[in-house]
């Protein structure tokens, strides 16, 4: 059975925040569009949710998360994000709940993003592999945190100091779900896309997988979605509309 077609990703914006779980989730297929919306002047912002620090099982979390966000810095650098914020909840035991709603809500009431971008929270991406947990409540906070961001009345606490609720959030869109009924055009970017996960150098050392290529690996994924699409390379999203109605 031939894969469904994948629509284009509307353009029509000029602000992005994506919100992950850990430095390099972003990497794994998302960068390449990145790039290429950078490229197209618009404004992206990133915002880590845990430093990644429990990633590299021979490197101690004190170490790992100085290591894992500088690698984040030069990897966002590379495809055009000047801004990356870590939150600092701790590595592989984020939980979905208010707390979590609360702090994404911060972020986005301060960066006023018309779209935010967060990775797959779906159960698995695809196959029969589980996601991993902290995705999965991030991704789901996400979805309310910026529902929450335009309500004066929740979390109003944060409301000091000038910041005020921000509801011009169109939409949230989850790279690499397996729902995907959207996509975008990575063939011209596709290289800094690879770069960018390769400025993930030691985490990629720390995973001993012998001979993976970060090139190869992201070719496999962009090739497939490329063909949904009728391009070269793609990246592909799942859409979801924050308006009423849909
Ligand atoms: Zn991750």
Redesign the pocket.
Known sequence: MEPAPLEPLSEDWSTALCV??????LE?GAAAAIARWTGQGKSVVYCMVTS?EA?IDGLHPDESRTVREAEQVESARIVGVDEVEFLGLPDGIVEYGVPLRRVIAEVVRRHRPEIVIT?NFRDTFGGRNLN?A??IAVGRAVLDAVRDAGNRWIFPEQLTDGLEPWGGVTAVWAANSPESAHGVDTTDSFDAGVESLKAHAAYIDGLGWENWDPAEFLEGFARATGQRLGVAFGAAFEVFPMGWGD
């Open positions: 992950v779980a850990h430095p390099d989730d794994f990644g990633g990775g991993q902290d995705h």
